[in-house]
């Protein structure tokens, strides 16, 4: 005779489980969904630790590339400016030009000095090279800034050409 799986006596539970076993069944799937609980609130937390901490390289990364282009922006302004002081045969606008230059080498060595302030120590040896290749680019630079009109005209485009 078959044996039928379905008739059970009323209020009798789906499955027959002795003493505490429903009792560690739900002690068992509670831990576990606590843990799963505790696991996605402290993925969330580590999640947020690594937004911030991008937020943080991103905003110091976006500092210092604006103050390269500021120096970047400085020294093409200042061939520019060069330029338009060795060549132009005017003395009252060549003076002009010549307080344009001065102005341009206060501003980017302020802008140098700001952009090494931010870096980390084990960044410093970059910021030290172009520091020293500015101070080659004015050492070169400074003889013209010296010359009087006679002495632009007849030296001022070779200078270009050979210097700057």
């Given at each position: 005779m078959p044996l039928d799986v379905s008739a059970r006596p009323p209020g009798s539970p789906a499955l027959p489980l002795k003493g505490g076993a429903l009792l560690f069944l739900?002690?068992?799937?509670?831990?576990?969904?606590?843990?799963?609980?505790?696991?996605?609130?402290?993925a969330l937390l580590v999640l947020r630790r690594?937004?911030?901490t991008n937020d943080s390289i991103r905003r110091e990364f976006l500092s210092h590339n604006r103050s390269l282009n500021e120096i970047r922006t400085s020294l093409y302004?200042?061939?520019?400016?060069?330029?338009?002081y060795l060549l132009d045969p005017d003395p009252q606008t060549a003076d002009a030009h010549l307080d344009n230059l001065r102005a341009?080498?206060?501003?980017?060595t302020a802008e140098?000095?700001?952009?090494?302030?931010?870096?980390r120590p084990g960044e410093a040896a970059p910021?030290?090279?172009?520091?020293?290749?500015?101070?080659?680019?004015?050492?070169a630079l400074e003889p013209a800034l010296l010359?009087?009109?006679?002495?632009?005209?007849?030296?001022?485009?070779?200078f270009l050409n050979d210097e700057v």
């Open positions: 739900l002690v068992g799937f509670g831990g576990l969904l606590a843990l799963i609980v505790f696991s996605s609130v402290d690594i937004e911030a302004l200042t061939g520019t400016v060069a330029r338009d341009l080498r206060q501003k980017m140098l000095s700001a952009y090494a302030r931010q870096l910021s030290g090279r172009l520091e020293t290749q500015l101070d080659a680019f004015w050492k010359w009087n009109l006679e002495q632009r005209r007849s030296r001022g485009y070779a």
